[in-house]
């Protein structure tokens, strides 16, 4: 079946750093999106990309759907204390006006540099 | 986007027994969905809960064990059945569409014991 591929799997940050991840498959998908799931919490849409290339931001956060429909990578500008959290990607590929369902990255937890 | 409110929040239930879930919507969605998310791992879809028809689950889950009911465009509950420790994860609804994107609940934590 479709697996997506999330790196890093975790990572510290510091205040101001920026931070980059990305999800790639095997298999191509026509929407990527990206959550980000506070402990005790569901996931919360962050950002939701529907064509090949598509770069889109939302305040300091940056995604892009790669030109392969494969891949995709979330940017995290200028980082703050509440961005902690962990980050998940998703896929779906839709056909013949059926909605596929979302298929899930392993996540990538961000925590603070001790 | 969709209001998602989830009940209850957390459990605690003796191995063996059953617990039901509830998912309820502040509007009407077509699209309601379960996943159920296992200890420091990813979501997995359990199944889509359809309105006025039974579920469609997806492989490694049966009805038997995960009954769900639909009765409206606004409602859908979960019920995790015989319980057993491995079915301690959070389980999640979800709702939405590729145009809209997918709103998540807050999701209840269910410890067996």
């Known amino acids: 079946g479709q697996q997506l591929n999330q790196s890093p799997q975790s990572m510290f940050i510091q205040e101001g750093e920026d931070v980059s991840m990305n999800c790639t498959s095997s298999?191509?998908?026509?929407?990527w999106l990206w959550y980000k799931q506070d402990p005790g919490e569901g996931p919360v849409l962050l950002i939701a990309?529907?064509?090949?290339?598509e770069l889109t931001s939302n305040g300091r956060l940056t995604a892009q759907f790669g030109i392969t429909r494969k891949d995709s990578f979330l940017n995290i500008s200028a980082s703050i204390p509440s961005d902690v959290g962990i980050y998940f990607c998703?896929?779906?590929?839709?056909?013949?006006?059926?909605?596929?369902?979302?298929?899930f990255g392993k996540g990538t937890k961000l925590s603070v540099k001790p | 986007s969709a209001v998602i409110s989830q009940k209850p929040s957390r459990d605690i239930c003796q191995r063996g027994t059953s617990l039901t879930i509830q998912c309820q919507v502040d509007s009407q969605v077509t699209m309601m969905f379960w996943y159920r998310q296992q200890p420091g791992q990813s979501l997995t879809l359990i199944a889509t809960?359809?309105?006025?028809?039974?579920?469609?689950?997806e492989s490694g889950f049966v009805i038997d064990k995960f009954p769900i009911s639909r009765p409206n465009l606004t409602f859908s509950t979960l019920t995790v059945s015989n319980m057993s420790p491995e079915d301690s994860s959070i389980y999640l609804c979800?709702?939405?569409?590729?145009?809209?994107?997918?709103?998540f609940g807050s999701g209840t934590r269910l410890t067996v014991v």
């Open positions: 979800s709702v939405g569409t590729r145009r809209d994107g997918y709103t």
């Open positions: 298999s191509i998908f026509n929407t």
């Open positions: 998703a896929g779906q590929l839709n056909y013949g006006g059926s909605q596929g369902n979302l298929i």
């Open positions: 990309l529907y064509k090949a290339g």
């Open positions: 809960a359809n309105q006025g028809s039974e579920a469609t689950y």
